[in-house]
């Protein structure tokens, strides 16, 4: 039986908070989208002059509910609210379908955490090079999926 949703925690929200980091204005992210506040790619008919950190924090928790629905439809086990947090730190990364593909959530599927929590080490790669502060986020997403440990720094 599938879960009907995956909840983002505030203590989830403050560590993706903490590795996207706060920008009050636009700017192109390394991936070439127009982007805001902490990391919200700015669609079609949005328009922001600036936002605070609340009103990124609240594009941030709309975000993760957007992209954490995809792998709720797919998932098959129940999550600790920490181990929520990781997948859900994941799928705002690099989006909740590629999430909801992976072998990380078929080895989750199949009760094979320890497996499925190295597989958090394979999204570190920006434009086929690793990237230092991916692999960072990554190490620090699996130390969370596994420990609860949230850590304190980016």
């Known amino acids: ?54 009103e990124a924090l609240d594009l941030l928790m709309q975000d993760a509910v957007r992209e954490a629905a995809p792998v709720a439809r797919a998932l098959t086990v129940p999550l600790t609210s920490y181990q929520a947090d990781a997948l859900i730190s994941l799928a705002f990364n690099v989006g909740g379908g590629a999430v909801r593909k992976s072998t990380l959530l078929k080895r989750l599927n199949a009760g094979l955490l320890s497996d499925a929590a190295e597989e958090f080490m394979r999204w570190n790669q920006a434009g086929g090079k690793t990237s230092r502060g991916l692999t960072r986020r990554r190490l620090a997403e699996k130390t969370l999926f596994l420990t609860g440990d949230y850590g304190s720094e980016s």
């Open 1 to 54: 039986m599938a879960s009907s949703s995956l909840h983002l925690t505030p203590e989830g929200a403050a560590f993706i908070a903490r590795f996207e980091g706060f920008r009050q204005q636009s700017y192109v992210c390394p991936a070439g989208h127009l982007t805001i506040g902490y990391g919200h790619r700015i669609r079609p008919g949005e328009t922001f002059a600036s936002l605070t950190e609340a």
